[in-house]
Nanobody, 124 residues
Framework: QLRESGGGLVQSGDSLRLSCAAS????????MGWFRQAPGKEREFVAA????????YYADSVKGRFTISRDNAKNTVYLQMNSLKPEDTAVYYC???????????????????WGQGTQVTVSS
């Protein structure tokens, strides 16, 4: 089970850190990803991190502003979001994939488990 937290209403330029806590003892076996879905749009990839934290992927739209990290001892993955823009407004989801970490980790269909999402709203 995955549970996101940390969303909220912020102003343009502000920062937020999202957390996703996983239950169970096999968190370290999963590739973890963050996706988001804005109103009226399809869910899109944001970032992914491999099991050992040595590899990451980012969407071009967030590269340089967002940072994904994980703490396997705490069964938690984070998304640090800086310099937020109104276009970052969306429901943010974390997801877990038992498969390999590769370019396919940018793909929604690759993930096996999903959280319920947390709302991030950025006002201009």
């Amino acid at each position: 089970q995955l549970r996101e937290s940390g969303g909220g209403l912020v102003q343009s330029g502000d920062s937020l850190r999202l957390s996703c806590a996983a239950s169970g003892g096999t968190f370290y076996r999963y590739v973890m990803g963050w996706f988001r879905q804005a109103p009226g749009k399809e869910r899109e990839f944001v970032a992914a991190i491999d099991r050992s934290t040595s590899g990451t992927y980012y969407a071009d739209s967030v590269k340089g502003r967002f940072t994904i990290s994980r703490d396997n001892a705490k069964n938690t993955v984070y998304l640090q979001m800086n310099s937020l823009k109104p276009e970052d407004t969306a429901v943010y989801y974390c997801a877990a994939d038992f498969g390999a970490f590769n370019s396919g980790s940018r793909t929604e269909s690759k993930y096996d488990y999903w959280g319920q999402g947390t709302q991030v709203t950025v006002s201009s």
